[in-house]
């Protein structure tokens, strides 16, 4: 599982039950974001834990916070789903707003490396 | 039938910039080219214009932070750039005559960010709704409510807006007023003031 622009690149490691989002993402509303909430669905389905790795996501807009914050309800309504995010206290959207994503889901592990 | 409109000012800011020695301006056609290549074009500026303010910014190591200065300031204006102008579009006429603007002025501890777009009266009616439920309600719980809206899946949560004042303390001001008298459009002018 991967897309690739030369934007942005998003891929699924089985091996470590981690999707990796790379680049800048600044997609046109939810519609455009629906192939990676696919992917980051696929994903979900194969694991139990699950980590989300966004350390070199330098750039996300506001459409993908959303698509990001529907993608934690579902993890939060599937239940049985441990989730850890991977962001980084080098990338300021990112120190900014991951942690909102914890009001959604407070058993979230948030890590900043 | 043509319908008057009054100025509508909105937010805890009033619409007046102070002169300053360094700005820009940025106009675009709201229909000169399909969306898709203009929304590219709009990432590109926003990124041009985080760059370009931080230059004014030394990049010397912040003890609290791992971001030093110059970074913070080149990515904060970049998104709240992305975001002001991501919504012109989404609240702009397609046939309108005006263009969407966007102007950044440089303080010594402050970047004002001015951006225009023009508007029908019910586009326009529908966000100045949403801006008097953001005014007149905890800041918290509004976000916090917004976001859980977001989450599962319903639209115009206006997380962009939400973002810049909850996590970037944005400060704002919401201009609406018709672009002429009896005008079917109304001219939408956000004031965000940024502190850096």
Known sequence: MEIKTD?????????????????????DGMEEYQPIMDLLMSAVDQASTFTLNLENLEFLNSSGISMLSMFVVKIREKG?????????????????????????MPALTLEYN | MTQTYAIHMLGNLNDNIPASDEYLTLNFSPSS???????????????????YFATFFPGDEDTNSKINRKDA????????ANELLENAVKYSNTSSSYPITISLHLYEQKIIF?????????????????VQELINTDLDKFYT?????????????????????????AQFCWKFQPVADYSEEV???VIAHLDV
């Open chain 2, 114 to 130: 001015h951006a225009t777009n023009c508007s029908n009266h019910e586009t326009s009616r529908r966000y100045e709704e949403f």
């Open chain 2, 187 to 189: 001219q939408i002018s």
């Open chain 1, 80 to 104: 049985s789903v441990q989730m850890v995010l991977q962001g980084s206290d080098k990338v300021l959207w990112q120190t900014k707003s991951l942690k909102n994503l914890k009001r959604l």
């Open chain 1, 7 to 27: 934007e942005y690149a998003i891929w699924y490691d089985s091996a470590i039950s981690t999707v990796f989002v790379q680049g800048f993402l600044r997609l």
């Open chain 2, 145 to 169: 409510q917004q976001l859980e809206k977001t989450a599962m899946g319903g639209g115009g949560s206006c997380m962009g807006i939400l973002t810049m004042i909850n996590d970037y303390g």
């Open chain 2, 73 to 80: 300031v080149k990515a904060a204006v970049s998104f709240v």
């Open chain 2, 33 to 51: 080219s399909i969306r898709k290549r203009r929304w590219g074009n709009y990432g590109l500026s926003a990124d041009f214009l985080g760059d």
